[in-house]
C-alpha cells in the first residue's frame, strides 16, 4: 500500500529509552517520569464542581449552533481582557490548542520549501508540524553561556531569502529562559530590517520565577507578531482544547493574516462551542485556582532547585523544565539513571543540545522532588 513521504518520514520505531520504561512499567516498577510535566498527574485540576457549573452555563449558551469562524465573540472579549485590552477583540483567533496555532500560522505564511526559524534548542513538535505542512526549520542559537539569551548576531545570519518567520519561546521549552525587554526590542529590530513576522509562544507566561509580568514582542515595534497561548497550561485544562492567536502590528498586515485566518479556521471550525461560551467564566473565576497553582509550581521548581545546589546550570526563569549540563555520555547517564533509580530524563539530543545534557521537568509531588533531585544531581557531579 502506498503511503505519502510524510507518512513515511513520521514513521519510527520507539526509542530505546521508552522501551526500557515500559519494560520496566510492565514488571510492576514505578518509574517516576520527569519527561511529561502533565500537572493533572500529580493532583493539580481545576475545581471539577466550578467547572461542571460553568460547562452547564456555557452549555445553554451554545444550544443552538451558531458558529463564529474566528471564535465567539465572549471567548475573544475575555481573552482581549486578558492582555488588558492591548490585543484588541477583532484581532484574536480563537483555535484547539497551541499545536494547531502553530499549523495556521506556518500555513499562513509559508509555502512548500520554505523556511520558518525556531529556536536551538528547541521542543520537537516543530518538526512534525513542519513536515505536515511541508516547509523546513532552520534555527538560530540559544547560548548557556549567557543564560540561554538568544544568540541575535546567530539569528540575523540564519535569514535566508526563504525565510518566513522567526519563532519565539518565552519561557523556553526546555531551558527556562525569559526573554528581556532589551532582548525583545532587538528581535522586533531584526524583524523588521527583514519584514518578517515573529510567531511568540507564551504558553508558560504565567509560570514566572523572580519577575512580576511577561515581557511581549507584541508590545515591540515588530511589523507583525501573532501571540499564541490557551488553557493547557494556563489553567491546567489540556482537555479543554482552547488556545488563541492574538494578532499585533501593521494595520494593513494585520487584516491580511485575519482575512486568511478566518478561512482557514471557516475551513474545519475545529473549535467545540461549549468550551468557547466558558472561556469568560474560567478567566473570571479560575483566578483563585490560578494562584494556588502558581504557587505549588515554584515550590516544585525551588525544591528542585535546593536539591541542584553544586551543579552548574542555568537556573529555569520561567516554565516547567530544567537543562542541565552533565559530565558524563547523555544517553547513557538517562539510561542508567532509569535502569537503576527509575528515573525518566531526556538526554539532550531529543532537543538538539549539545554537548551531554539531561533535561526534565520538575513537575511532581514536592515530597518526591527533593530526593528524585539528589539522585539527578549525583549524575551532574559524576556518579550515581
Not at 500500500?1 to 522501551?19: D, I, R, T
Not at 526563504?162 to 519563532?167: G, L, N, S
Not at 499585533?248 to 471550525?269: N, R, W, Y
Not at 515554584?298 to 525544591?303: E, F, L, P, Q, S
Request: with cysteine; glycine share 8%; hydrophobic share 40%.
Amino acid at each position: 500500500m502506498h503511503f505519502s513521504l510524510v507518512a513515511e518520514s513520521l514513521a519510527a520505531s520507539k526509542n530505546p529509552l521508552y522501551q526500557l520504561r515500559d519494560e520496566l512499567s510492565h514488571d510492576g516498577s514505578t518509574v517516576i517520569d520527569l519527561v511529561r510535566g502533565n500537572v493533572n498527574e500529580h493532583g493539580i485540576v481545576f475545581p471539577p464542581d466550578l467547572l461542571n457549573t460553568i460547562l452547564h452555563r456555557a452549555a445553554e449558551s451554545a444550544r443552538v449552533y451558531r458558529p463564529d469562524s474566528i471564535g465567539q465573540t465572549p471567548a475573544r472579549e475575555a481573552v482581549s481582557r486578558y492582555y488588558n485590552g492591548h490585543i484588541p477583540t477583532n484581532q484574536i483567533v480563537i483555535t484547539p490548542g497551541t499545536s494547531v496555532s502553530y499549523w495556521y500560522c506556518f500555513k499562513l505564511l509559508a509555502e512548500p520549501g520554505d523556511e520558518i526559524l525556531t529556536p536551538q534548542p528547541s521542543y520537537p513538535l516543530f518538526d512534525y508540524i513542519a513536515s505536515l505542512c511541508g516547509v523546513n526549520m532552520r534555527h538560530y542559537r540559544l547560548r548557556e553561556d549567557h543564560g540561554w539569551a538568544i544568540d541575535l548576531n546567530h539569528l540575523e545570519d540564519q535569514i535566508t531569502t526563504k525565510t518566513r518567520a522567526i519563532v519565539l519561546i518565552s519561557p523556553h521549552n526546555p531551558t527556562g529562559m525569559v526573554a528581556g525587554d532589551s532582548e525583545l526590542r532587538a528581535l522586533a529590530e531584526i524583524a523588521t530590517r527583514h519584514s518578517l513576522p515573529i510567531i511568540s509562544d507564551e504558553v508558560f507566561s504565567e509560570f514566572l520565577f523572580g519577575m512580576d509580568s511577561l515581557p511581549r514582542p507584541a508590545s515591540t515595534n515588530a511589523p507583525l507578531v501573532f501571540t499564541l497561548n490557551g488553557f493547557s497550561k494556563m489553567f491546567a485544562l489540556p482537555g479543554m482544547k482552547i488556545g488563541w492567536i492574538g494578532l499585533s502590528g501593521d494595520p494593513e498586515h494585520v487584516a491580511k493574516s485575519l482575512s486568511a485566518l478566518e478561512l482557514i479556521s471557516d475551513t474545519f471550525l475545529p473549535v467545540n462551542e461549549i468550551a468557547q461560551f466558558a472561556v469568560p467564566q474560567i478567566f473570571e473565576q479560575g483566578r483563585g485556582f490560578l494562584e494556588n497553582y502558581r504557587k505549588w509550581i515554584a515550590t516544585c521548581r525551588n525544591t528542585a532547585m535546593a536539591a541542584l545546589a553544586g551543579c552548574s546550570f542555568v537556573e529555569p526563569r520561567g516554565g516547567f523544565y530544567i537543562t542541565l549540563p552533565i559530565p558524563d555520555d547523555e544517553e547513557k547517564t538517562a539510561a542508567r539513571l532509569l535502569g537503576d533509580a527509575h528515573i525518566l530524563a531526556h538526554p539532550g539530543y531529543f532537543y538538539d543540545i549539545r554537548p551531554d545534557h539531561l533535561v526534565m521537568t520538575f513537575i511532581h509531588e514536592p515530597a518526591v522532588i527533593g530526593e528524585t533531585f539528589r539522585k539527578i544531581a549525583a549524575n551532574c557531579r559524576g556518579g550515581l
